[in-house]
């Protein structure tokens, strides 16, 4: 039972232009969303992370929303570059989790921004 | 900081063999994990520690086994290899402190059971 689910495998968008990745999860119990980019050979690395009582969270040229009525969030990358092409993985927290800080990982969406 | 380190990067085994997959942090993290990536299936935690001495299983333990005995080290042990485990596996750890959720991660080792 996939509780975090990127339905995308994969997205191309131009340079300059903006990248939207989305992320659905079933369960109502998560505190925290992230989301982490993962470039060929290497670990992925956390990019931004949301809070559920928030419904936005900004740094430079990366957003991301939440929508809890609809369990959908989504990161906002714009103006997109060369050096955005990666795997994006989604993640939530469950409540709860915090002491043990356990994440669930969607299935990861790859980006191609073409110059 | 050198930050979360895994050796090796590479390694291929035989059905049947067993190995171990090591993993080191030098941030004093409390919080270690162990997740495996397999294509298109995102990462799927193994096992996971709270500190020196407590582990637990994850999503999918089966065919693995992890200790910690020191904050720094989290080895995975994989007994009687099987096609079925071949993936790339990453090391995690995390701050208790750190309300934000964030993980830092390897860079991953890579295993094919043949």
């Known amino acids: 039972d996939q509780q975090v689910k990127q339905n995308s495998p994969s997205l191309s968008v131009q340079e300059g232009r903006i990248s939207i990745l989305n992320c659905d999860y079933t369960n109502s119990m998560f505190d925290y969303f992230l989301w982490y980019k993962k470039y060929p050979a290497e670990g992925p690395t956390f990019l931004i992370s949301?809070?559920?009582?928030?419904d936005k969270n900004e740094d430079g040229r990366f957003t991301v929303f939440l929508n809890k009525s609809a369990k959908h969030l989504s990161l906002h990358i714009v103006p997109s570059q060369p050096g955005d092409s990666a795997v994006y993985f989604c993640?939530?927290?469950?409540?709860?989790?915090?002491?043990?800080?356990?994440?669930?990982f969607g299935q990861g969406t790859t980006l191609q921004v073409k110059p | 900081n050198a930050g979360v380190t895994q050796t090796p990067k590479f390694r291929i085994l035989k059905i049947g063999q067993s190995m171990t997959l090591q993993c080191t942090q030098d941030?004093?993290?409390?919080?270690m994990y162990w997740y495996r990536q397999d294509p298109g299936m995102g990462l799927k935690l193994i096992y996971y520690s709270v500190g020196a001495g407590i582990t637990d299983k994850g999503e999918v333990p089966n065919g693995y086994n992890v200790s910690r005995s020191t904050t720094e080290d989290f080895p995975l042990r994989l007994e009687l290899a099987a096609p079925s485990q071949t993936s790339v596996y990453f090391c995690?750890?995390?701050?208790?402190?750190?309300?934000?959720?964030?993980?830092?991660f390897g860079e991953g080792s890579r295993l094919t059971v043949l």
């Open positions: 949301i809070s559920s009582i928030k």
């Open positions: 941030m004093n993290h409390n919080y």
């Open positions: 995690a750890s995390s701050f208790r402190g750190k309300n934000t959720g964030e993980l830092f």
């Open positions: 993640a939530a927290r469950g409540i709860g989790s915090g002491n043990t800080g356990k994440l669930i």
